[in-house]
């Protein structure tokens, strides 16, 4: 019973994928297939006060649909505070801006600040995936990325906001 029900479960997958190329060839858009494309892991050491805190991050797109797209990113740190009081923790400022882009032009965007949670946990993770910037009801094929860039200011160095432009994901459709 078992090898029949993998080969009627083929058998839908051989019938589905066809129907889908012959959508396609009769000139009504097909469905987008699902697909995520990230940026490699980008790691940044940042002068804290104490230890450096290290920061691992990489950035994403995804298809869901041929009309929906979502940009998002992963964080990790270690060697990040104890304390968010001014004057005894790592960072007055850590705001990551996620954007989705077609082809460099800005859809959409949203940030975020990490910096009580950094200032607060030796080590930790964000994951921002059910956040993201997203963008729908658009059938544009081709062009689409997830780009990012954290703002930050380091407590007690006496300077101003810096950023960090992060490698944006490779293109999807």
């Known amino acids: ?50 230890n450096d805190t290290d920061v691992y991050i990489t950035v994403c797109i995804h298809t869901i649909s041929t009309y929906e797209r979502l940009a998002w990113y992963y964080l990790s740190w270690k060697d990040g505070g104890d304390s968010d009081v001014d004057d005894d923790r790592k960072f007055d400022k850590f705001t990551v801006q996620i954007r989705i882009e077609r082809y460099d032009s800005v ?23 059910g956040y993201g910037a997203g963008y729908t009801d658009t059938d544009r094929l081709g062009g689409w990325t997830a ?17 960090w432009q992060l490698t944006g994901s490779p293109q999807v459709t």
Request: proline share 3%; with cysteine; charged share 20%.
């Open 107 to 129: 859809q959409n965007d949203i940030s975020q600040s990490l910096r009580a949670s950094i200032n607060t946990h030796s080590t930790g993770t964000y994951d921002y995936t």
């Open 147 to 163: 780009d990012a860039t954290v703002t930050y200011n380091i407590d007690r160095d006496g300077e101003g906001d810096y950023k």
């Open 1 to 50: 019973m078992r090898e029949k029900t993998r080969w009627l479960t083929k058998a839908a997958a051989v019938a589905a994928l066809a129907c889908g190329l012959l959508v396609s060839l009769t000139g009504t858009p097909a469905l987008a297939a699902t697909v995520t494309k990230c940026s490699g892991e980008q790691h940044k050491s940042f002068p804290t006060p104490g």
